[in-house]
């Protein structure tokens, strides 16, 4: 029964953890592809992210490999010692076990890599552009927003 409520609770304070790091501040950034008309401008900055970089739970990059990894640490932790010395080993497993999955997890889903351009546009205004490639665009460069992606010209 006490192994029961350990990994209970040890699944409520990873919930708690991960719910406590949620970004409530998030702005979408402006599609260029919300316009009919082309938009002209030069590239201030190129960012390489690798994937969407929204992932994880809630959008934290808290994945499921970090929660099971916590409980089956934490259930692995709770098999050594007794008394106090059991639950130490029990928080020590579950801490281990999250950063171990949530390592593997890294690992085994190594998302493509895509750039962010950012682009200050004739009027002043800036917008953010992402793609898969960026086909010889450098710093500098004057180009053509056409459906979201950046056209050198």
């Known amino acids: 029964?006490?192994?029961?409520?350990?990994v209970i609770a040890a699944i409520v304070a990873v919930t708690a953890l991960v719910g406590g790091c949620t970004n409530t501040g998030y702005r979408p950034v402006e599609s260029a592809s919300t316009y009919s008309s082309n938009l002209y401008g030069v590239i201030e900055a190129i960012e390489v992210t690798?994937?969407?970089g929204v992932d994880g739970i809630a959008g934290t990059g808290i994945g499921a490999g970090a929660v099971v990894g916590g409980v089956v640490g934490g259930v692995l932790g709770h098999q050594v010692g007794?008394?106090?010395?059991?639950?130490?080993?029990?928080?020590?497993?579950?801490?281990?076990?999250?950063?171990?999955?949530h390592e593997i997890q890294k690992r085994s889903q190594q998302?493509?890599?895509?750039?962010?351009?950012?682009?200050?546009?004739?009027n002043g205004s800036y917008r953010a552009v992402m793609q898969d490639s960026i086909e010889g665009l450098r710093v500098g460069d004057r180009v053509r927003i056409d459906n979201g992606r950046a056209y050198r010209y």
């Not at 029964?1 to 350990?6: D, H, R, S, V």
């Not at 998302?111 to 004739?122: A, F, I, M, S």
């Open 82 to 101: 007794g008394g106090s010395g059991q639950d130490i080993a029990t928080a020590v497993g579950v801490v281990g076990g999250a950063v171990v999955g």
């Open 1 to 6: 029964m006490k192994t029961c409520q350990i």
């Open 50 to 52: 690798s994937g969407d």
């Open 111 to 122: 998302q493509p890599e895509t750039y962010r351009l950012q682009v200050r546009l004739e």
